[in-house]
């Protein structure tokens, strides 16, 4: 990247969170269908800029924030579209199909001479809800660019809508080959869009040489802010036709509401558009080529917009991605008529976390304060600032002959009587780098106006970005009305939302200091007189056990407490889904308490494949006389791929405590998964602890029809209770295994347990964590089981560095550089030479394992070993974890955090290898605040907890260490940055 000295670290630090990118490069486009929400978006495979080679990418959700990547849904494949398939729209047809219109890039052999075309894809199986396949029709393409156009200026064709004439319209934007004047021309169809005519005339012409781009045409309702279908037109609504176009600083995205007329096919605005900031415009920042939809399970229009970046194509591509959407809005028609309303859809409103709010704050002239108790680099802020009379006319600026260039060009450095007043956002502790969000007011001919504004001038210290002010004028009259403010802060990113949504500008900044916990939020008055404040803000967090794999789709199903970060009274099961175990998108909870087996809680359980294809669910529940019951769960709709909804039959609990059973009532928990032997009847396991005895117990019970069980003989015996039906080693817990029937393997999955204090759990907001899925196998000398971590996390690394063949000497260390040391994936084997017989080595097979690891550790030199990493170490190694490796041992020890109030303990297990004949081999996952080590090839594995006060985010550092006193080799060392994985799971 360019000349800054610490730019390599900010493309992570100013990647967005509650934002949609894909995983890496550029975007660009919405549609509900049985019951999701799917975004196709413009996508370049190879690089994070627009290119030859462009596809549709393709991704779900069911509340328009968390999202689930699908594979793309178009791609270049004939000869219409094998040079990129550009934007279009998509269209529900009366039957409910959907139906897609796109823009491709054909064959001609000179790129001058290439074609853009309209082509129609299909579902090629409209009952898969997720809409996975599309194929394209034999008829394309379905419109060419018609004589009087040019052929290189005939794209993105719009939603569809059907007039009462049964027929469909479509409108392309175009630029005609003479005038060169930008148009919209209408196409008719009779058919399910197969079949188009072109219409007579423009449904606009432009007054300027524009080229219309990303054309936009829908109704909207005269009173209300619900939505309409695209086809509705009758007295009650107005209609709205944008269109994009570029500018010299960016496009822009400007729209006119009208009357249309689908007898004559003619539109009529309420005034004409001039292509100039006369215009109405969506935003009056960094926004461009929207889209909007119809919702049609809540009744609102959405709009969905690009927003550029700003940053340098250098920089754009030494980070991996370019561009992102804007937070999609709800649009409807301001009560006046004159314009529409903008504001960020409800469901926003659930990434809220830690919230603080002051009322009535007086802010003097001159002044600013610290808003503080929030991330300040990713918050939601609600602000209202109140004047009191305006009455010194004399004082307050008449600019009635300035120009509104001049006016929203003199950012909020110069103040008036009332303002520039506002929030600083992303603002460094000394304030050289500062985002303002401000308002002044002017007198403005008989009245007042009021000027809104975002200045990026002194948003980075940075030289290779774009910094220019933003500003419009808010529709309000200061006299009678508050001056509202919302502004969305999302590290990179500031969508501010000006008197309830009437104006909309965003900005791009792209601080080096200001980013993170570093970055600081300010409410500001630069004005003479003083103005009265209150403000409300949001941000986000979770916690998280049991997977499940159908029909494409892994499921998670996990205990979860609504109310704290602690287990719980009340705990429900929460749910997310995936396609690869790594990006996760999180779905409503499956299971609360509703019957009288499960009143007073939700406990653990497993799912069970039956033979017809149908999941069921056995799990604990906490019944009204507080006695651990199993219980029964079915999915209400089986062909849901997705699971949403699950009922619980009559016949409930299935299995339970009871007397002549010697299992007390409140041991007894944790079914298995259950599974079918060769008489037919299905074998399940619940954990439990022998009243008398006090021994824990696996009680096997049997059932033929999975509904009735029956208690059979105890099937295993500890001095412990069991539960969960697993036991791991240090700092993993309550794992469960399940087959993925995709790809013939066996995954197990645990959870990995907080040693942070109460006290910080609650201050974070969450509490424990999974640990990554693991495949697992029988090692071939058939006396233990191998782990590895599944093969899709190896699709996080990023940024590689490597190393072969490295002498280290007895009492060396070796700063690994070039990743990130705090998100890192690790893979080492060390060599040693020919074993002395003077050596410490220890004949595993006399001594147990736990005379084995005792007394060892990392600081205590032997002579082959310690040796290893150390992770999460500080600069002055005053931190640090070591992983390291002696003869027959692997071990963790952790002199990992400055900090007083959190567990650190030694840890270790016998590594079962030869080192004669093998490499000593090592994987370590370093995740933040986790690391999970896995010791030859996945026979021996450790994970722990760690909560670093100075090895945290970039200032972590990792090392490979020999404390042994004879020399060995490091054979080869292999070490990624990891990107971060798209869990959404509502995190700060």
Same mark, same amino acid.
């Given at each position: 990247?360019?000349?800054?000295?610490?730019?390599?670290?900010?493309?992570?630090?100013?990647?967005?969170?509650?934002?949609?990118?894909?995983?890496?490069?550029?975007?660009?486009?919405?549609?509900?269908?049985?019951?999701?929400?799917?975004?196709?978006?413009?996508?370049?495979?190879?690089?994070?800029?627009?290119?030859?080679?462009?596809?549709?990418?393709?991704?779900?959700?069911?509340?328009?924030?968390?999202?689930?990547?699908?594979?793309?849904?178009?791609?270049?494949?004939?000869?219409?579209?094998?040079?990129?398939?550009?934007?279009?729209?998509?269209?529900?047809?009366?039957?409910?199909?959907?139906?897609?219109?796109?823009?491709?890039?054909?064959?001609?052999?000179?790129?001058?001479?290439?074609?853009?075309?309209?082509?129609?894809?299909?579902?090629?199986?409209?009952?898969?809800?997720?809409?996975?396949?599309?194929?394209?029709?034999?008829?394309?393409?379905?419109?060419?660019?018609?004589?009087?156009?040019?052929?290189?200026?005939?794209?993105?064709?719009?939603?569809?809508?059907?007039?009462? =004439?049964?027929?469909?319209?479509? $409108?392309? +934007?175009?630029?005609?080959? #003479? %005038?060169?004047?930008?148009? &919209?021309?209408?196409? *008719?169809?009779?058919?399910?869009?197969?079949?188009?005519?072109?219409?007579?005339?423009?449904?606009?012409?432009?007054?300027?040489?524009?080229?219309?781009?990303?054309? =936009?045409?829908?109704?909207?309702? $005269?009173? +209300?802010?619900?939505?309409? #279908? %695209?086809?509705?037109?009758? &007295?009650?609504?107005? *209609?709205?036709?944008?269109?994009?176009?570029?500018?010299?600083?960016?496009?822009?995205?400007?729209?006119?509401?009208?009357?249309?007329?689908?007898?004559?096919?003619?539109?009529?605005?309420?005034?004409? $558009?001039?292509?100039?900031?006369?215009?109405?415009?969506?935003?009056?920042?960094?926004?461009?080529?929207?889209?909007?939809?119809?919702?049609?399970?809540?009744?609102?229009?959405?709009?969905?917009?690009?927003?550029?970046?700003?940053?340098?194509?250098?920089?754009?591509?030494?980070?991996?991605?370019?561009? $992102?959407?804007?937070?999609?809005?709800?649009?409807?028609?301001?009560?006046?008529?004159?314009?529409?309303?903008?504001?960020?859809?409800?469901?926003?409103?659930?990434?809220?976390?830690?919230?603080?709010?002051?009322?009535?704050?007086?802010?003097?002239?001159?002044?600013?304060?610290?808003?503080?108790?929030?991330?300040?680099?990713?918050?939601?802020?609600?602000?209202?600032?109140?004047?009191?009379?305006?009455?010194?006319?004399?004082?307050?600026?008449?600019?009635?002959?300035?120009?509104?260039?001049?006016?929203?060009?003199?950012?909020?450095?110069?103040?008036?009587?009332?303002?520039?007043?506002?929030?600083?956002?992303?603002?460094?502790?000394?304030?050289?780098?500062?985002?303002?969000?401000?308002?002044?007011?002017?007198?403005?001919?008989?009245?007042?106006?009021?000027?809104?504004?975002?200045?990026?001038?002194?948003?980075?210290?940075?030289?290779?970005?774009?910094?220019?002010?933003?500003?419009?004028?808010?529709?309000?009259?200061?006299?009678?009305?508050?001056?509202?403010?919302?502004?969305?802060?999302?590290?990179?990113?500031?969508?501010?939302?000006?008197?309830?949504?009437?104006?909309?500008?965003?900005?791009?900044?792209?601080?080096?200091?200001?980013?993170?916990?570093?970055?600081?939020?300010?409410?500001?008055?630069?004005?003479?007189?003083?103005?009265?404040?209150?403000?409300?803000?949001?941000?986000?967090?979770?916690?998280?056990?049991?997977?499940?794999?159908?029909?494409?789709?892994?499921?998670?199903?996990?205990?979860?407490?609504?109310?704290?970060?602690?287990?719980?009274?009340?705990?429900?099961?929460?749910?997310?889904?995936?396609?690869?175990?790594?990006?996760?998108?999180?779905?409503?909870?499956?299971?609360?308490?509703?019957?009288?087996?499960?009143?007073?809680?939700?406990?653990?359980?497993?799912?069970?494949?039956?033979?017809?294809?149908?999941?069921?669910?056995?799990?604990?529940?906490?019944?009204?006389?507080?006695?651990?019951?199993?219980?029964?769960?079915?999915?209400?709709?089986?062909?849901?791929?997705?699971?949403?909804?699950?009922?619980?039959?009559?016949?409930?609990?299935?299995?339970?405590?009871?007397?002549?059973?010697?299992?007390?009532?409140?041991?007894?928990?944790?079914?298995?998964?259950?599974?079918?032997?060769?008489?037919?009847?299905?074998?399940?396991?619940?954990?439990?602890?022998?009243?008398?005895?006090?021994?824990?117990?696996?009680?096997?019970?049997?059932?033929?029809?999975?509904?009735?069980?029956?208690?059979?003989?105890?099937?295993?015996?500890?001095?412990?209770?069991?539960?969960?039906?697993?036991?791991?080693?240090?700092?993993?817990?309550?794992?469960?295994?399940?087959?993925?029937?995709?790809?013939?393997?066996?995954?197990?999955?645990?959870?990995?347990?907080?040693?942070?204090?109460?006290?910080?759990?609650?201050?974070?907001?969450?509490?424990?964590?999974?640990?990554?899925?693991?495949?697992?196998?029988?090692?071939?000398?058939?006396?233990?089981?191998?782990?590895?971590?599944?093969?899709?996390?190896?699709?996080?690394?990023?940024?590689?560095?490597?190393?072969?063949?490295?002498?280290?000497?007895?009492?060396?260390?070796?700063?690994?550089?070039?990743?990130?040391?705090?998100?890192?994936?690790?893979?080492?084997?060390?060599?040693?030479?020919?074993?002395?017989?003077?050596?410490?080595?220890?004949?595993?097979?006399?001594?147990?394992?736990?005379?084995?690891?005792?007394?060892?550790?990392?600081?205590?030199?032997?002579?082959?070993?310690?040796?290893?990493?150390?992770?999460?170490?500080?600069?002055?190694?005053?931190?640090?974890?070591?992983?390291?490796?002696?003869?027959?041992?692997?071990?963790?020890?952790?002199?990992?955090?400055?900090?007083?109030?959190?567990?650190?303990?030694?840890?270790?297990?016998?590594?079962?290898?030869?080192?004669?004949?093998?490499?000593?081999?090592?994987?370590?996952?370093?995740?933040?605040?986790?690391?999970?080590?896995?010791?030859?090839?996945?026979?021996?594995?450790?994970?722990?907890?760690?909560?670093?006060?100075?090895?945290?985010?970039?200032?972590?550092?990792?090392?490979?260490?020999?404390?042994?006193?004879?020399?060995?080799?490091?054979?080869?060392?292999?070490?990624?940055?990891?990107?971060?994985?798209?869990?959404?799971?509502?995190?700060?």
């Amino acid at each position: 990247m360019a000349e800054d000295g610490n730019v390599q670290n900010l493309p992570v630090l100013n990647r967005t969170s509650f934002h949609f990118q894909p995983q890496r490069n550029w975007l660009n486009a919405p549609m509900y269908y049985k019951g999701f929400y799917y975004l196709f978006y413009q996508h370049n495979p190879l690089a994070p800029e627009f290119s030859r080679r462009i596809i549709w990418g393709h991704s779900v959700s069911q509340d328009m924030v968390n999202w689930i990547q699908l594979p793309p849904a178009l791609s270049p494949s004939e000869s219409y579209d094998i040079n990129s398939c550009w934007s279009g729209s998509a269209t529900i047809l009366p039957d409910g199909k959907p139906v897609i219109l796109y823009t491709g890039i054909d064959n001609q052999e000179r790129r001058e001479d290439r074609r853009q075309v309209t082509v129609l894809a299909v579902p090629k199986d409209d009952s898969d809800p997720l809409l996975r396949e599309w194929v394209k029709p034999t008829q394309n393409p379905v419109m060419v660019p018609p004589e009087d156009i040019l052929h290189y200026c005939f794209r993105d064709p719009t939603t569809a809508w059907q007039g009462q =004439d049964g027929k469909w319209r479509v $409108l392309i +934007g175009a630029k005609e080959r #003479d %005038t060169l004047r930008g148009v &919209a021309l209408l196409y *008719h169809s009779t058919d399910d869009c197969e079949q188009w005519t072109r219409y007579q005339e423009p449904l606009l012409v432009a007054q300027a040489n524009e080229m219309l781009e990303c054309v =936009d045409f829908f109704p909207v309702k $005269l009173m +209300g802010k619900e939505g309409v #279908d %695209t086809s509705v037109n009758n &007295a009650s609504v107005r *209609h709205v036709l944008k269109v994009s176009f570029e500018e010299e600083l960016g496009g822009k995205d400007c729209y006119v509401i009208g009357s249309y007329c689908s007898e004559t096919d003619r539109f009529v605005p309420d005034s004409e $558009l001039t292509y100039t900031r006369a215009d109405l415009r969506y935003d009056d920042g960094w926004f461009y080529a929207s889209k909007s939809f119809f919702d049609s399970a809540k009744n609102r229009r959405i709009n969905w917009g690009w927003v550029v970046e700003t940053d340098s194509r250098e920089d754009d591509i030494e980070k991996g991605w370019a561009g $992102l959407l804007g937070l999609p809005r709800q649009m409807w028609l301001d009560t006046s008529g004159k314009r529409l309303m903008q504001w960020p859809i409800q469901e926003i409103n659930n990434l809220r976390t830690r919230q603080v709010s002051f009322h009535n704050r007086e802010l003097e002239g001159r002044s600013m304060f610290e808003i503080t108790g929030i991330t300040a680099a990713q918050a939601d802020v609600e602000v209202t600032f109140d004047l009191p009379v305006l009455e010194d006319n004399s004082r307050i600026r008449d600019a009635t002959h300035v120009a509104d260039a001049v006016l929203f060009n003199s950012g909020n450095s110069l103040g008036c009587v009332y303002g520039p007043f506002g929030l600083l956002a992303l603002a460094s502790n000394d304030l050289s780098e500062q985002t303002a969000i401000f308002f002044k007011i002017i007198r403005r001919g008989n009245g007042y106006s009021v000027i809104m504004g975002s200045d990026e001038n002194r948003s980075s210290l940075r030289e290779n970005v774009q910094k220019i002010p933003h500003g419009t004028f808010l529709d309000i009259d200061p006299r009678h009305e508050k001056i509202s403010l919302r502004c969305l802060i999302d590290h990179s990113i500031i969508e501010s939302y000006g008197a309830g949504g009437r104006n909309v500008i965003t900005s791009r900044v792209y601080p080096k200091l200001a980013i993170g916990e570093a970055a600081k939020l300010y409410a500001f008055n630069n004005g003479t007189k003083g103005v009265t404040m209150s403000i409300k803000e949001s941000s986000n967090m979770e916690a998280a056990s049991w997977p499940l794999y159908y029909k494409g789709f892994y499921h998670l199903f996990y205990q979860h407490n609504p109310l704290n970060p602690f287990f719980g009274d009340i705990m429900v099961w929460g749910h997310s889904v995936s396609q690869d175990l790594v990006n996760w998108i999180k779905l409503e909870p499956v299971l609360s308490p509703s019957v009288p087996s499960d009143i007073n809680s939700f406990w653990s359980g497993s799912t069970t494949i039956l033979p017809d294809g149908k999941p069921i669910i056995l799990y604990t529940g906490n019944d009204a006389n507080k006695h651990q019951v199993t219980v029964l769960a079915e999915p209400k709709d089986p062909s849901d791929p997705l699971l949403r909804e699950w009922v619980k039959p009559e016949g409930n609990p299935v299995m339970v405590p009871l007397p002549p059973s010697n299992v007390p009532v409140h041991c007894f928990r944790d079914p298995t998964t259950a599974w079918q032997e060769h008489d037919g009847k299905w074998r399940a396991l619940v954990g439990a602890k022998e009243k008398d005895i006090k021994k824990g117990m696996a009680v096997l019970y049997h059932s033929d029809d999975f509904v009735q069980w029956t208690k059979f003989p105890c099937l295993y015996l500890s001095h412990k209770s069991l539960e969960c039906g697993s036991a791991w080693t240090f700092f993993l817990f309550r794992s469960l295994a399940f087959f993925d029937s995709a790809k013939n393997r066996r995954i197990s999955w645990g959870w990995i347990m907080e040693r942070d204090s109460n006290e910080d759990d609650i201050m974070k907001g969450w509490s424990g964590i999974m640990a990554i899925p693991r495949e697992i196998w029988l090692e071939k000398s058939g006396k233990r089981l191998m782990q590895w971590p599944v093969e899709e996390i190896n699709n996080l690394r990023a940024k590689n560095v490597s190393l072969d063949s490295k002498q280290l000497e007895g009492g060396s260390i070796l700063e690994i550089s070039g990743i990130t040391a705090s998100q890192a994936d690790i893979e080492v084997a060390f060599d040693l030479p020919d074993l002395e017989n003077d050596t410490d080595a220890l004949d595993s097979e006399e001594v147990d394992q736990a005379t084995l690891i005792d007394g060892y550790s990392a600081s205590v030199k032997g002579v082959y070993g310690p040796f290893g990493l150390l992770a999460l170490a500080s600069n002055d190694l005053s931190e640090h974890t070591a992983i390291f490796l002696e003869l027959f041992v692997v071990g963790m020890d952790m002199r990992s955090s400055l900090r007083d109030n959190i567990e650190k303990a030694t840890l270790g297990t016998s590594l079962d290898i030869d080192p004669r004949h093998e490499k000593i081999s090592l994987r370590c996952l370093i995740d933040h605040s986790v690391i999970e080590s896995y010791g030859g090839g996945g026979r021996s594995v450790i994970t722990s907890r760690f909560y670093p006060k100075m090895a945290i985010g970039e200032e972590a550092r990792l090392y490979v260490f020999n404390h042994g006193t004879k020399a060995v080799t490091m054979s080869s060392l292999e070490a990624w940055s990891m990107r971060k994985a798209q869990i959404n799971s509502n995190e700060t």
